[in-house]
């Protein structure tokens, strides 16, 4: 896999996780092919495709406002008792706006990088965005320096519980979507991929 289909996949994994309003819902429409090509080109087992499917026909017949509930329910909700919290401070320190989110945004600035006021630097589709972009410039050496001192330190045990946790398929999709996306990338930087 290239460096650009790896930046799209690290996108696309973000944006899975933003709350999901109607913007949301237009962007799984236009990415739902991708996807699908995606998992027939690298997916080792079907069972990564056909946890898609299954969540692809759970978002048709879904009420949007029940994808909602379940996003406030697992990412949102009140911490600390908040099923699945998308914040690496939350995993790591246990609390929120910690030293981890404090030092996310000092990688964020070695290139001028900037989240929105009202959001938190160490929320995972940040860190996955922030990623994408250092693919993109191929600065793979900082990528290789954020994946293992960050994704790799919180990222699994957000999965973990986000499998356990979700009661909707798509998210259960997703969980294992960015599980295995995050040992191939683990592979590749042991490989020393580019």
């Known amino acids: 896999m290239d460096l650009n289909q790896r930046a799209k996949i690290y996108h696309i994994l973000s944006q ?5 309003d109607e913007e949301f819902f237009e962007k799984i429409n236009e990415i739902e092919d991708y996807i699908q090509d995606i998992l027939e080109e690298y997916a080792e087992s079907d069972n990564l495709r056909y946890q898609f499917s299954e969540a692809i026909d759970e978002l048709r017949t879904l009420p949007p ?10 990412f949102i909700n009140s911490f600390p008792t908040l099923p699945c919290p998308p914040y690496e401070s939350a995993y790591r320190e246990m609390l929120l706006m910690g030293d981890y989110a404090e030092e996310v945004s000092k990688y964020y600035s070695l290139y001028d990088l900037l ?12 860190e996955l965005d922030f990623m994408r972009f250092l693919l993109e410039e191929g600065d793979l050496e900082l990528a290789r320096e954020f994946f293992e001192e960050h994704i790799l330190q919180w990222v699994p045990d957000f999965i973990a519980d986000l499998k356990n946790e979700s009661r909707l398929k798509f998210y259960r999709f997703v969980a294992s979507f960015l599980e295995d996306f995050i040992e191939r990338e683990r592979e590749a930087f042991v490989r020393g991929a580019s």
């Open 16 to 20: 899975l996780f933003f709350y999901p």
């Open 115 to 126: 989240i929105p006021e009202e959001d938190l630097p160490d929320h995972i589709s940040y």
């Open 65 to 74: 406002e029940e994808l909602q509930a379940e996003h406030t329910r697992l």
